[in-house]
């Protein structure tokens, strides 16, 4: 079965340092997202793209977070520098054209120290 | 923004049926969702509905919507221990393929 692979799983790092992940769709969905699991809560969207274009990034912090998805297949999430408040899951998700159903990956489990 | 919620926690024994409920504010919500996640891992996709559904079926799993009421709710039926973790409940509204999900509800099974 298909599925979305996300690396690396665990990642430590020091505020103010930089940090990337990366997420690769199921083959075919035009559709990712990547969203921000803060512990004990639900997961809420940071950045979606259709194909290479975002479409949606109303509540990624962009002073400090960036993504791209150049050739609209993987992706990568990019913190600089980061903050101990950005400790989090940060998980990546795909659907198809219809986008009815999100496929999630592990996820990136991220701690600032 | 629009709002789902849930309780936090339940716990059942092995054998006996779950019911998680949900609740959320979006009156244009065209799916409602359940995933499950285990300890460190992803989400991972159980069942959805679509708005203009009352009820699906699927194996263990029934989910019962109620739109007037904007509740959603999740039966488990013979819970078994691996059925531990927690459930989130997750709307899309009717503007592009955003979800907002619930809180979660941590289901514990006892032997």
């Known amino acids: 079965e298909a599925e979305v692979a996300q690396s690396p799983r665990y990642k430590i790092t020091e505020k103010s340092q930089a940090v990337a992940f990366w997420c690769d769709p199921i083959s075919g969905h035009a559709t990712l997202y990547w969203y921000r699991q803060i512990l004990g809560q639900g997961p809420e969207l940071l950045v979606q793209?259709?194909?290479?274009?975002?479409?949606?990034d109303s509540q990624l912090p962009k002073d400090r977070f960036s993504a791209e998805r150049l050739k609209g297949v993987d992706s990568t999430l990019k913190i600089q520098p980061a903050e101990l408040g950005d400790s989090a899951m940060y998980l990546c998700a795909s659907s198809s054209g219809s986008g009815e159903t999100q496929y999630f990956g592990p996820g990136t489990r991220l701690l600032v120290l | 923004g629009e709002d789902v919620e849930q309780s936090l926690f339940l716990s059942v024994r092995e054998g006996d049926s779950s019911v998680i409920n949900c609740t959320y504010t979006d009156s244009s919500s065209t799916y409602l969702y359940w995933y499950k996640q285990e300890p460190g891992a992803g989400l991972q996709l159980l069942t959805y509905i679509f708005s203009n559904m009352d009820m699906k079926q699927d194996q263990r799993l029934t989910v019962l919507l109620n739109k007037k009421d904007k509740h959603l709710s999740l039966r488990i039926a013979d819970t078994q221990t691996g059925d531990s973790a927690i459930y989130f409940c997750?709307?899309?509204?009717?503007?592009?393929?955003?979800?907002?999900f619930g809180g979660g509800t941590r289901l514990m099974v006892k032997p």
């Open positions: 997750a709307e899309r509204g009717n503007a592009g393929n955003m979800l907002t």
């Open positions: 793209f259709q194909d290479e274009s975002v479409v949606d």
